[in-house]
């Protein structure tokens, strides 16, 4: 994909993520020419096509945490990396409020699992145990079941993945999800 592809596909779904972040029109227009530099630039560095996205809205949370630690007095630079962990807390608690009806949705052992191991807090080698079943088995079962809760977390919400494959922002597909 050449550069011009890239930034045609994804430019207006990044400005739309920095106008969420920053209030100045000018900042965004700011960031966006930065993360458009940064791409050009670093775009070799990127072995997996796939990760395109996930890669370019890393970028710009990087650029929107560079902004306002420069930009941040001496005494206000923790506000900006405050900023960048109160934003992760929000999205997770705005979808953990899902976590229980998408877990009711899931066939009942993966159901049953999720809720001992995510919900209840009991360890997956204590589940084991208690099950009567290797711990290797379990936690296959565990990644089997939470791939069936991201499924239908996915056919909600169209989630932007960080590098570290955590959520970084989302947007519900309709008002159709009756899960949440």
């Not at 050449?2 to 207006?12: D, G, H, N, P, S």
């Not at 630039?41 to 990127?46: A, C, G």
Request: aromatic share 6%; proline share 2%.
């Amino acid at each position: 994909m050449t550069l011009e592809q890239i930034w045609q596909e994804y430019r207006a779904a990044l400005k739309a993520f920095l106008h969420s972040k920053l209030s100045n029109p000018a900042d965004v227009d700011d960031l966006l020419q930065d993360i458009l530099i940064k791409t050009f630039e670093k775009r070799s560095e990127l072995k997996d096509q796939t990760a395109l996205k996930s890669w370019l809205f890393q970028v710009a949370n990087n650029a929107i945490i560079d902004h306002y630690r420069k930009n941040a007095t001496r005494s206000d630079t923790s506000a900006a990396e405050d900023w960048h962990k109160q934003d992760a807390a929000s999205i997770e608690q705005d979808l953990a409020v899902c976590i229980r009806p998408f877990i009711a949705s899931l066939p009942d052992d993966s159901a049953q699992l999720l809720t001992r191991i995510d919900l209840d807090g009991i360890s997956q080698k204590e589940l084991a145990a208690e099950m009567g079943i290797s711990y290797s088995t379990l936690k296959s079962r565990v990644q089997k079941s939470r791939s069936e809760m991201r499924k239908l977390y996915e056919d909600c919400c169209k989630m932007t993945l960080d590098a570290k494959g955590r959520v970084a922002d989302y947007q519900e597909k309709s008002d159709s999800c009756k899960n949440c």
